[in-house]
């Protein structure tokens, strides 16, 4: 069986190249395997200058607390996706932006034994705003007064 992908189902060279494909990821700073689409879809770098496409912000995803929450973030807007790697400054159009904003999840906090838990709302991403997108209400400081810092080189 060696040379053979998936059991033999798909033979090797016919479409091993886009199985395997490496990226260098910003963000780990490493090589990492990903199907060859992700590249297409990866969002734009952005250097310490955040210069971005007329209109666009700059976010930075950081990593979450378990395991599977070290890949890029897949963002869609109609029926544009978009990928972003965690740990590294990258464009954002205003669409992805505001789904990635009003992605939240409820959390919950008990003051004490026996009381009732009390819901919050949180963003699903730990997101830090560098620029927000021109067309977008949303206060870059409310959202980044909540997120956990991510130093980025």
Do not use: C
């Not at 870059?140 to 810092?149: C, F, G, M, S």
């Amino acid at each position: 069986m060696s040379g053979e992908i998936a059991g033999g189902l798909l033979p090797t060279g016919e479409y091993g190249h886009t199985l395997n494909n490496p990226m260098y990821d910003s963000g780990r700073k490493k090589n990492i395997s990903v199907h060859k689409t992700f590249q297409e879809d990866m969002a734009l770098e952005v250097g310490k200058d955040l210069k971005t496409p007329e209109g666009w912000g700059v976010v930075v995803i950081g990593y979450g607390d378990d395991p599977s929450q070290m890949g890029p973030v897949t963002v869609s807007w109609n029926d544009w996706v978009l990928r972003f790697p965690r740990n590294s400054r990258r464009a954002i159009p205003p669409g992805h932006f505001n789904v990635l904003m009003d992605a939240v999840e409820t959390k919950y906090h008990q003051a004490q034994e026996g009381a009732p838990l009390v819901g919050y709302e949180v963003n699903r991403y730990n997101v830090q705003v560098l620029k927000v997108p021109d067309s977008s209400p949303i206060d870059k400081d409310k959202v980044n007064e909540k997120v956990e810092r991510v130093e980025v080189a």
